[in-house]
DNA sequence: CTTAATTTGAACATATGTGTTCAAATGGTC
DNA sequence: GACCATTTGAACACATATGTTCAAATTAAG
């Protein structure tokens, strides 16, 4: 069993490359198969379709660092703290996957599994940041705010992806644009965007 | 060449529809030609290959957006008005030709063309804003504005397009925001989100 | 009406991909 | 070292895509 799950991850790692790369359907199974090192019997020994791939690690992709993300919160009360750290998560991960930033890069808008991860956990902090008074925004905003963050978020790995910022940069310019959207004085966004940023904690 | 350039229009009509709807490999000649309104014979006398239509498209809806805010600018000169407008100007298309919106999420963050639909157009008047005093931020963040210019207007498309909002209310909330990152009063900030949006000035 | 240009749709050869099967090789486990 | 599960890689049938060719039909233009 775990020299299977070993294949398995090893599929589903060349298929984050390869899609991030390329697209879904310019894929086939000869070329996952050798990018994973692997043969091809293997694919199908482990694998219903090359389809079911995508589905599959998108939507692995999404919640394993929907959970990180919400891990590191544990210790973080400030909903414009935990905003602001989400935000540069992603654009120090984009730096340092750059396989797994160009993936979300590229099916961000087209994948629902995706657009899950941005409009899910933002949401309640954005709502307890409004009704605390750490935001100034109209409620019936909240919705844009939401899909601005995302908007922020892949804005910074953008930036990162293509090189044309640091991950540090990118990660604080964003995240201290985004407060300032949010109603939040810009000394105090520019303060939290620049914190020490801490590690992702892992899931084990 | 009139009959000719009508089948190629039709041809990159619905290959922007097919495109947006499926992304671009898993369209074949056949599928194209038979949304094309038009013989598979026809694609190949019109097109070297399935792969050079998406380019072409891309450049030119691209290119087609770009020149027609870039009219719509000529009577407006308050950096922020313009910028708003523009934002704004995407989430109406975006609700009035679907495709055309659903086309430009997909393939934002991973085709050059587009890429370049965002990073040029705000860039001097961003720059300008800046000096003028219009914006509040650090000339070192003007890359991360940019991009989150980029971002705004993305995802005020993707509020239209998944229905989640109007296109009135999309572009004016994202505008809104926009203009708070990037310093803009929060009273003035929602009088120019919500002007007036005139008609997109047509090409001629 | 005539002429030129374009489109049509079928036929063809070629290439590539999918999905299945299976005996042999591999590798971990008790 | 015997056992079991997995992986391997080749072979197969089948399906689908590409790209080309061409005579007939259609359309546009003078």
Redesign the pocket.
Known sequence: ????????ERIRDAAVRLFAERGVAS???????QAA??????????V????EIFSDVAARLANEMHERVVLSFDLIDDPAHRLSNGVRFFARRAHEEPHWGRFILRFAFSNASLQGMWAGPPARDLKTGLDTGRYNFAPSQLTAVISMVAGAGLSAMFLVTEGHKSWREAGSDSAELLLSALGVPKAQAHDIAHRPLPPLPELK
Do not use: C, F, K
């Open positions: 069993m775990n020299a299977a799950s070993s294949a398995q894929v086939n199974v000869r070329e996952l198969a090192g692997v043969a091809r019997g293997t694919i199908y020994n482990n219903d379709s090359p389809e």
